[in-house]
């Protein structure tokens, strides 16, 4: 297909198919041969040459396709021969026949795979009817919509308007659409048509509009839900909703709504249609975002310890620039908050105080100590918390307790000291930041030990409920430490510990709060990898807020989640006094449901070009990496191909997949980047906490390499989570069940306490026969979905709607019931049906054996049967 040519209506697919290309045909001995595959003139059958069968054998005709499947989704392009030399999206296949054949083909492209499947699919709509030839109908929804748009531009009402007007026109109907791209489409389609000048007409502008606006990845989608193949009824948008999206308890007025909102032409919006334009307004909004909405508010349990929480937090938040030469200013506290950080550090230097911070770093005399404390009063007035800790309690209390109050980390005086001042050790945190600010040299006292400095009364009676102490070792925590006094580690040390005995780390940091610094070499400001601390509990790892990168794009992406309040809710698994957790796993963890997530990177919008891009012209060839962040089991990096003179809106459709071990502390990160850079490659990045991700069909924003929102810059996704009850999520596919793994059962370990020994002793038995039953349901539910020709990723309602659409397809008319009236409402065939249909009401049964076999109190394989009941009283 060349690659100016762009598929923006099923008759441009249709046309396509007409004029014919060449196709690999995929045989059931894994064998594949080059044909020429063409759709007859009167639209009628599909042929191929050359063949060794007469003409008429070779060839398909229209009334007697079934189904059209993109990707590997028979059993013949999942053989253990093909599975590789072919990527998933080259692939379709024509389901046809009283026997459901399938005719396996491949493609040299995705595109080439689009154009077939929207074209079969539209036919088979009208299989029973003779469809008129392309562009011989009246005017669609859209072209008089468009029309209608040109007519009011044309103010003078002379049928034409300027060029620049329409240019103007376009671009606001498109924001981030660049101006030089419109203008050069209407000179080529005026050069085509012999039509040059400063105005143009309708039809030109209508031609323009569809060429520039329609994303052929979008009308593909849309194509493969509507009814009538140019635009979604509110069914088809229902349905849309439902089985692609993941949203629940969707009714018509909801789709009314939407199209209310989305749909741009007004006869549309009065008779409940969504066309492309409408639909891809749709796609691109704030609704069909991948950050799930329920996550921009507070969402979290906020009535925990306080030391159950994640905080976000800053180091040095007043540099603007390194630790060494940058400049100190105000606005680096203000940009920091604003970000949503809830610790930062405080230096008090000379009388200079700053609001509403956690950290005191105190390098000014006691009298200055004493001003800074009556400053901070004054200002902060009763939002302070000072209130002394109750000795009584055995944890910190909670955010929701502290709600709009501000604490102090800092020292405090020894109980027994009653004068105006004291001497406490000193504390190595924010030293290096003081020495940049205030040049002050340290002495050493001799025979080395803890320094000393001078802390007034004033100054000490701020601090509450985080009293800094020095760390002496875990066993001294676990005997002496109160919950309100903490420990605040440099990197390094904090590091040998989460590598060294990481399971002692995660405990203490069930209790008490510590912070992470980042270590005093980093003198360019350049920021350790919050991950590293986090997966061991560490509260507060203070981050260089000035300096961006993959660091802040992850911590900053972390704290999105939870109304972006600055406290993230640790995994329960760290919070739980009885838990066994190494930070370091590489494997899945006891108690913990893996999941797959299977992302398709699909395509880009209006993509900046990367700095240094002008050396080289406006050439950019884009490609997407996809990167899990987390635990070491779970860290993991894949790519998309690069997209080769994609202009602004590359196109990838291509599909990745990830193991999540321990999903709570996953963070998934798309970076885009040049492949044929000069200067930098970095495009653009947006990063999620996976537990905020959205399934179906979602755009992600994007954000410079400093953070800032790139606006219309979008990447197309598809996403879903193969949730699991336990254990290693499946891989997709047969490939997937070809290497029977070894299962993994629930093991026990002694305690040491007799009576709790005692009682958990039986325990691996039953817990070896629950995995076996939700090992057995999921196998099964494997099976059903892949011979119904969707991935495992798919629900019971899509395979149900499979399965009727096939029966709706088939000229014998067979009859299958649905029994709503059992529990695990049963499919029973009535009359003979095809042996491939016989295969899919098998599993099916076996589905529902599996079910009935599992206890109640298993929620996964209940919870797809739910759906499946949902679906046949509807």
């Known amino acids: 297909m060349p690659n100016d040519r762009k598929i923006n209506s099923t008759a441009a697919c249709i046309s396509f198919m007409l004029e014919g290309c060449e196709l690999k045909k995929v045989r059931s001995n894994s064998r594949m041969y080059s044909r020429f595959f063409v759709l007859d003139a009167d639209m009628r059958s599909v042929r191929w040459e050359p063949s060794k069968k007469d003409s008429e054998k070779a060839k398909i005709e229209i009334k007697s396709v079934k189904e059209v499947r993109v990707g590997k989704k028979t059993p013949v392009l999942r053989s253990n021969g093909l599975s590789d030399q072919f990527p998933d999206e080259c692939?379709?296949?024509?389901?046809?026949?009283?026997?459901?054949?399938?005719?396996d083909l491949v493609a040299s492209s995705a595109d080439v795979v689009s154009a077939w499947v929207m074209g079969l699919r539209y036919l088979v709509s009208y299989g029973k009817h003779t469809p008129e030839a392309p562009g011989t109908s009246h005017p669609s929804l859209r072209t008089s919509w468009?029309?209608?748009?040109?007519?009011?531009?044309?103010?003078?009402?002379?049928?034409?308007?300027?060029?620049?007007?329409?240019?103007?026109?376009?671009?606001?109907?498109?924001?981030?659409?660049?101006?030089?791209?419109?203008?050069?489409?209407?000179?080529?389609?005026?050069?085509?048509?012999?039509?040059?000048?400063?105005?143009?007409?309708?039809?030109?502008?209508?031609?323009?509009?569809?060429?520039?606006?329609?994303?052929?990845?979008?009308?593909?989608?849309?194509?493969?839900?509507?009814?009538?193949?140019?635009?979604?009824g509110l069914k088809d948008l229902l349905m849309f909703l439902e089985v692609e999206q993941g949203m629940e308890g969707v009714t018509e007025e909801k789709c009314l709504e939407i199209v209310g909102k989305y749909e741009p032409s007004k006869e549309g919006r009065e008779k409940g249609y969504l066309a492309i334009d409408g639909f891809t307004r749709y796609l691109l909004s704030a609704d069909c975002s991948i950050f799930d909405p329920q996550h921009r508010k507070v969402c979290q349990d906020m009535a925990q310890p306080l030391s159950h929480y994640y905080i976000s937090s800053a180091h040095s938040a007043c540099l603007l620039e390194d630790n060494f030469w940058g400049r100190s200013d105000i606005s680096g506290y203000l940009s920091a908050l604003g970000l949503g950080c809830r610790s930062i550090e405080?230096?008090?230097?000379?009388?200079?105080?700053?609001?509403?911070?956690?950290?005191?770093?105190?390098?000014?005399?006691?009298?200055?100590?004493?001003?800074?404390?009556?400053?901070?009063?004054?200002?902060?007035?009763?939002?302070?918390?000072?209130?002394?800790?109750?000795?009584?309690?055995?944890?910190?209390?909670?955010?929701?307790?502290?709600?709009?109050?501000?604490?102090?980390?800092?020292?405090?005086?020894?109980?027994?000291?009653?004068?105006?001042?004291?001497?406490?050790?000193?504390?190595?945190e924010g030293w290096e930041l003081a020495r940049r600010l205030g040049q002050e040299d340290r002495e050493v006292p001799e025979g080395g030990g803890p320094r000393r400095v001078r802390l007034s009364r004033e100054l000490s009676e701020l601090v509450s409920l985080c009293q800094a102490v020095p760390f002496q070792d875990f066993e001294s925590s676990r005997r002496?430490?109160?919950?309100?006094?903490?420990?605040?580690?440099?990197?390094?040390?904090?590091?040998?510990?989460?590598?060294?005995?990481?399971?002692?780390?995660?405990?203490?940091?069930?209790?008490?709060?510590?912070?992470?610094?980042?270590?005093?070499?980093?003198?360019?400001?350049?920021?350790?990898?919050?991950?590293?601390?986090?997966?061991?509990g560490c509260q507060m790892v203070a981050m260089n807020y000035q300096t961006p990168g993959l660091m802040m794009d992850l911590n900053a992406g972390w704290f999105r989640q939870n109304g972006a309040c600055g406290y993230v809710l640790r995994p329960a698994i760290m919070r739980e006094e009885v838990s066994y957790f190494s930070a370091n796993a590489k494997d899945s963890l006891p108690g913990v449901p893996a999941q797959l997530l299977h992302l398709k990177v699909i395509s880009g919008q209006n993509l900046p070009k990367p700095k240094g891009s002008g050396a080289?012209?406006?050439?950019?060839?884009?490609?997407?990496?996809?990167?899990?962040?987390?635990?070491?089991?779970?860290?993991?990096?894949?790519?998309?191909?690069?997209a080769l003179q994609s202009g602004d809106n590359p196109v990838f459709d291509e599909s990745l997949e990830f193991q999540i071990n321990l999903p709570e502390l996953a963070v998934l990160r798309f970076v885009v980047l040049d492949d044929d850079y000069i200067g930098d490659e970095f495009i653009a990045q947006y990063t999620?906490?996976?537990?905020?991700?959205?399934?179906?069909?979602?755009?992600?924003?994007?954000?410079?390499?400093?953070?800032?929102?790139?606006?219309?810059?979008?990447?197309?996704?598809?996403?879903?989570?193969?949730?699991?009850?336990?254990?290693?999520?499946?891989?997709?596919?047969?490939?997937?069940?070809?290497?029977?793994?070894?299962?993994?059962?629930?093991?026990?370990?002694?305690?040491?306490?007799?009576?709790?020994?005692?009682?958990?002793?039986?325990?691996?038995?039953?817990?070896?026969?629950?995995?076996d039953l939700r090992e057995n349901v999921q196998n099964a539910l494997v099976s059903f979905k892949e011979l119904c020709g969707l991935t495992p990723a798919a629900n019971m309602k899509q395979c149900i709607l499979t399965v009727a659409t096939w029966l709706l397809h088939s000229d014998s008319a067979p009859s299958v019931t649905l029994n709503l009236a059992e529990q695990y409402p049963p499919m029973e065939a009535q009359g003979p049906i095809p042996d491939l249909l016989r295969k899919v009401l098998t599993a099916y049964e076996t589905c529902l054996a599996r079910f009935a076999a599992a206890p109640a109190k298993l929620p996964e394989p209940r919870g797809e049967v739910g759906a499946a009941d949902g679906e046949g009283e509807a």
Not at 150 to 165: M, Q, W
Not at 619 to 642: F, L, N, Q, S
Not at 715 to 737: P, S
């Open 91 to 103: 692939a379709f296949s024509i389901i046809y026949g009283d026997n459901y054949e399938s005719l």
């Open 146 to 232: 468009i029309s209608s748009v040109f007519d009011l531009a044309d103010l003078e009402k002379s049928g034409h308007i300027p060029v620049s007007r329409a240019v103007q026109l376009i671009k606001a109907l498109n924001p981030g659409m660049r101006t030089s791209t419109i203008e050069l489409k209407f000179k080529e389609l005026q050069k085509a048509s012999e039509r040059p000048g400063t105005e143009v007409a309708c039809d030109l502008f209508v031609e323009a509009y569809c060429e520039l606006c329609t994303r052929p990845e979008i009308f593909f989608l849309l194509v493969q839900f509507s009814s009538n193949k140019e635009y979604l």
């Open 346 to 428: 405080l230096v008090l230097w000379g009388g200079s105080a700053y609001p509403l911070i956690l950290c005191l770093v105190v390098r000014c005399s006691a009298p200055q100590q004493r001003l800074a404390a009556q400053c901070l009063r004054k200002t902060l007035g009763e939002k302070l918390y000072l209130e002394p800790p109750n000795p009584a309690a055995s944890y910190l209390p909670s955010p929701e307790q502290l709600k709009g109050r501000i604490l102090i980390k800092g020292k405090k005086l020894p109980p027994g000291c009653e004068d105006s001042e004291g001497e406490v050790s000193d504390e190595e």
């Open 480 to 536: 002496g430490q109160r919950y309100w006094e903490m420990c605040s580690f440099s990197e390094v040390e904090a590091g040998r510990f989460a590598n060294e005995c990481p399971a002692e780390l995660v405990s203490y940091n069930k209790r008490f709060l510590s912070r992470i610094y980042p270590s005093p070499m980093r003198i360019d400001a350049s920021n350790m990898n919050p991950q590293d601390f986090w997966k061991c």
């Open 616 to 642: 080289k012209g406006g050439v950019v060839e884009p490609y997407v990496c996809a990167e899990i962040h987390g635990i070491p089991a779970d860290c993991a990096e894949h790519r998309t191909k690069t």
């Open 688 to 771: 999620i906490p996976f537990e905020c991700l959205q399934p179906g069909y979602r755009h992600v924003p994007s954000s410079s390499l400093a953070g800032e929102p790139l606006a219309h810059a979008t990447l197309l996704v598809h996403g879903a989570t193969d949730r699991r009850g336990g254990g290693r999520g499946h891989r997709r596919g047969l490939a997937g069940r070809r290497g029977r793994r070894v299962r993994e059962y629930t093991s026990t370990k002694a305690t040491g306490i007799k009576a709790i020994d005692e009682v958990f002793r039986t325990a691996p038995q039953p817990l070896r026969e629950a995995t």
